[in-house]
């Protein structure tokens, strides 16, 4: 397949978009040609592998996101495992911590985010990352545990510092940006995509959350958004568009072999 606009990390399998066979038209209509969509639980992760099976420009990740952890039973990681071994499951995700709210049990957290970093390296396959609210501990944690990152590591919708950026890149991970860096007061965001090199910088949607600046207040937002967030990454790194497109194009698959299938 060409290069083209990849959304490396969307949520498809939740019914928000209607007939999915009109949506994935859409996607490819603006170009996007691969798109990875995540797993948050045992039956979202289920879901986007049979939707994987029906569409060839869908691929998917498995996992249990820190919010959605009361869902959890025993014997479900398991199943996680199972799903990894997928020709189409490119990552375990999406993990990681979440301090947002305040019932968050952080010990829950930390147990159920360490061991499937355990599983993806044992699986030999990266992960995909969530963290909100958490930056100090996120960084200890995979300071501390960095022998889990071998098979690469994606911090989804980055939104701590472009200091602590630096930090994590030291540790071989990389960045995706989605809707909420094109907004005008996303200063943070912007200067984030400014400070990490090209060589670590991902797009995605976060879909069908964050919509774009253009289409800002709408729902759904879909992967047909990219081709935006690519521009608005290009201005701000002063890069031409279509070097972007290919370095991240080129990172994707560098990231998530199982892209290339």
Request: proline fraction near 4%.
């Amino acid at each position: 397949m060409s290069e083209g606009f990849v959304d490396v990390h969307c949520h498809l399998t939740g019914g928000e978009y209607g007939d999915i066979g009109g949506l994935i038209a859409k996607i490819q209509a603006a170009g996007v040609e691969k798109v990875v969509t995540c797993g948050f639980d045992l039956a979202s992760s289920e879901a986007g592998a049979a939707l994987s099976e029906r569409f060839g420009c869908v691929y998917f990740t498995a996992g249990f996101h820190p919010t959605e952890l009361a869902s959890y039973r025993d014997g479900d990681l398991k199943k996680i495992a199972a799903l990894l071994s997928h020709p189409k499951c490119v990552a375990l995700g999406e993990i990681g911590l979440d301090y947002h709210y305040e019932d968050t049990d952080k010990a829950l957290q930390h147990e159920l985010f360490l061991r499937q970093l355990e599983l993806a390296q044992n699986a030999g396959i990266p992960v995909q990352i969530h963290s909100r609210d958490c930056a100090e501990d996120m960084f200890v944690l995979l300071k501390e545990h960095a022998s889990l990152l071998s098979n690469g590591a994606l911090l989804h919708c980055y939104s701590h510092s472009p200091e602590l950026a630096k930090e994590f890149y030291k540790l071989g991970i990389y960045f995706s940006f989605g809707g909420t860096s094109t907004w005008k007061g996303s200063k943070r965001a912007k200067r984030s995509i400014a400070a990490i090199p090209s060589d670590r910088l991902l797009t995605e949607t976060d879909s069908p959350y964050l919509p774009p600046a253009s289409l800002y207040g709408t729902f759904p937002n879909t992967p047909a958004s990219i081709p935006e967030i690519l521009r608005c990454m290009a201005d701000i790194k002063g890069e031409e568009q279509d070097g972007l497109l290919k370095k991240v194009w080129n990172n994707a698959h560098s990231l998530f072999k199982k892209l290339r299938n």
